[in-house]
């Protein structure tokens, strides 16, 4: 039955794993930013980067769904 399911099981824990990541990165980075008193425009920029980050990992895997890899 595992076997039958590899490819799925596979692709669920990547993703799991890729969701986690981009949370502790998000922590981190808000932590540092914290502790440094960065401008509002400063936040908004990193935050705006890491979003595009995980927005590109998201499209990639809305992407892959439609052509069927």
């Given at each position: 039955?595992?076997?039958d399911n590899f490819e799925l099981i596979e692709a669920i824990g990547l993703n799991l794993c890729l969701a986690g990541l981009f949370?502790?990165?998000?922590?981190a980075v808000h932590?540092?930013?914290?502790?440094?008193?960065?401008p509002m425009?400063?936040?908004?920029?990193?935050y705006f980067v890491?979003?595009?980050?995980?927005a590109g990992f998201i499209f990639?895997?809305?992407m892959q769904l439609f052509i069927g890899e």
């Amino acid at each position: 039955m595992i076997s039958d399911n590899f490819e799925l099981i596979e692709a669920i824990g990547l993703n799991l794993c890729l969701a986690g990541l981009f949370i502790l990165m998000t922590y981190a980075v808000h932590d540092i930013l914290k502790k440094n008193n960065v401008p509002m425009i400063g936040k908004i920029v990193v935050y705006f980067v890491l979003f595009l980050g995980a927005a590109g990992f998201i499209f990639k895997g809305v992407m892959q769904l439609f052509i069927g890899e």
